[in-house]
């Protein structure tokens, strides 16, 4: 199985920047996803790195280091729409198929 | 447009009775996934199903049920036998190595009156 890590709670201001960390220990990587979730409503897909490096869309990027079992969604110019819960979430090679997520991360920007 | 429906969306359940949520989907997608949210808690998998005719057990199965009778159906019935039932349940679906993962129906909140 995996062991998926990331903070319990983050709190950061309109217009800043938050950087939310995800570890996480696996076999067989075979690709990690970041999701956003709002109260009470289903998750949505915001990213997906297989390989190193950057990955950008818009006010949001994620980070992936194979080697060290390490990715991070940044969050660039934050809006109060953007409290919510983020959660990582990684695919083993074992089973191409199933997702393991993390406890989430529950951001709360304020004004 | 093609997505995966959860019905109800509230339900209230007395206690001692099974109920099934629904879960359907027209993606034509091989698998489906059960998931269990508490508050402040991430998802648990229930159960899962990657063929039709075919479920297996996730981490969280005591109490709980499925069947996959069609590709595009994945009933979940909580029994009398499940503890504390009381959650949010959200079902998912699939298909192999899909870049963006699962796609989520909106979810049902089921209360234990």
């Known amino acids: 199985g995996q062991n998926i890590d990331q903070p319990t709670e983050m709190t950061a201001t309109e217009g800043a920047i938050v950087q939310i960390n995800c570890t996480y220990q696996?076999?067989?990587?075979?690709?990690l996803f970041w999701y956003q979730q709002h109260a009470g409503e289903a998750p949505t897909f915001l990213s997906y790195?297989?390989?190193?490096g950057l990955e950008e869309k818009g006010r949001f990027s994620s980070f992936l280091s194979r080697s060290k079992g390490y990715s991070y969604l940044l969050l660039k110019e934050l809006q109060m729409k953007d409290s919510a819960s983020y959660l990582c979430?990684?695919?083993?090679?074992?089973?191409?198929?199933?997702?393991?997520f993390g406890a989430g991360t529950t951001v709360t920007v304020r004004a | 447009d093609g997505g995966i429906t959860q019905s109800p969306k509230y339900l209230f359940r007395k206690e001692g009775q099974n109920v099934t949520l629904s879960c359907e989907q027209n993606?034509?997608?091989?698998?489906m996934y059960w998931y269990r949210q508490d508050p402040g808690q991430g998802l648990r998998l229930i159960y899962y199903?990657?063929?039709?005719?075919?479920?297996q057990k996730g981490d969280i199965a005591e109490g709980y049920s499925v069947s996959r009778e069609k590709k595009e159906s994945f009933p979940l019935t909580v029994t009398s036998a499940q503890k504390n039932p009381t959650a949010f349940y959200l079902c998912?679906?699939?298909?192999?190595?899909?870049?963006?993962?699962?796609?989520f129906g909106s979810g049902t909140r089921l209360t234990v009156v």
């Open positions: 998912a679906s699939t298909n192999r190595g899909r870049n963006y993962g699962y796609t």
């Open positions: 696996t076999s067989g990587f075979n690709g």
């Open positions: 790195n297989v390989l190193d």
């Open positions: 979430a990684v695919r083993d090679r074992s089973n191409d198929y199933k997702l393991s």
């Open positions: 993606l034509n997608h091989d698998a």
């Open positions: 199903s990657q063929i039709v005719n075919d479920f």
